[in-house]
Antibody, heavy 122, light 109 residues
Framework: QVQLVESGGGVVQPGRSLRLSCAAS????????MHWVRQAPGKGLEWVAV????????YYADSVKGRFTISRGNSENTLYLQMNSLRTEDTAEYYC???????????????WGQGTMVTVSS | EIVLTQSPATLSLSPGERATLSCGAT??????LAWYQQKPGQAPRLLIY???TRATGIPARFSGSGSGTDFTLTISSLEPEDFAAYYC???????????FGPGTKMDIK
């Protein structure tokens, strides 16, 4: 079935780096733009970054610009988020999510992973 | 930059009642608005896209309406499993980022 599975979360000290992965299955990964969305404990959803279907275009929230890098490997059906210079305010559950099809839910996120928790603490 | 607002922040209702949740946009977004449901410890689930189209598998008691700057999610008769947080969301072709509203938490009265 259609599935996204994140991994790579954990506890890390401020200023350090972490790389998240999101394995996709059940759909043609290379056809869809992919996003990362995060949620701090007890808070709402915050969009983080997007990568186009071919990997050629990326875009970031101001809060992570210059520190995070989104990328994808279409041959291995995997989405990545490289997080550098981590701050305590980056502590959150990180979800990968898929854009809807061009003719259905194009501007929405129709599939979500279960999330991976990142805790930035000394 | 488009900002989404949601009201009320919290809604206390009983099973069987009708729920009306609002989402407002600071600029005209046409009908490019989606709604998500999130239960504790779970990922968000897409309920409604393009303002009024139910996603696959979503029960008919959920309906969406609105265009421009004012949107509504209506749950016609609340089931016990509907008590959750609800978020509205907007995204465009360019810039390709997304915006979420702050959410409405619905709990059992």
């Amino acid at each position: 079935q259609v599935q996204l599975v994140e991994s790579g979360g954990g506890v890390v000290q401020p200023g350090r780096s972490l790389r998240l992965s999101c394995a996709a299955s059940g759909f043609t990964f290379s056809n869809y733009g992919m996003h990362w969305v995060r949620q701090a404990p007890g808070k709402g959803l915050e969009w983080v970054a997007v990568v186009s279907s071919d990997g050629g275009t990326t875009y970031y929230a101001d809060s992570v610009k210059g520190r995070f890098t989104i990328s994808r490997g279409n041959s291995e059906n995997t989405l990545y988020l490289q997080m550098n210079s981590l701050r305590t305010e980056d502590t959150a559950e990180y979800y990968c999510t898929k854009e809807g099809a061009a003719t259905k839910a194009r501007y929405a996120f129709d599939i979500w992973g279960q999330g991976t928790m990142v805790t930035v603490s000394s | 930059e488009i900002v989404l607002t949601q009201s009320p922040a919290t809604l206390s209702l009983s099973p069987g009642e009708r729920a009306t949740l609002s989402c407002g946009a600071t600029q005209n977004v046409g009908t490019s608005l989606a709604w998500y449901q999130q239960k504790p410890g779970q990922a968000p689930r897409l309920l409604i896209y393009d303002s009024s189209t139910r996603a696959t598998g979503i029960p008919a008691r959920f309906s969406g309406s609105g265009s421009g700057t004012d949107f509504t999610l209506t749950i016609s008769s609340l089931e016990p499993e509907d008590f959750a947080a609800y978020y509205c969301q907007h995204r465009t072709e360019w810039p390709p980022g997304a915006t979420f509203g702050p959410g409405t938490k619905m709990d059992i009265k």
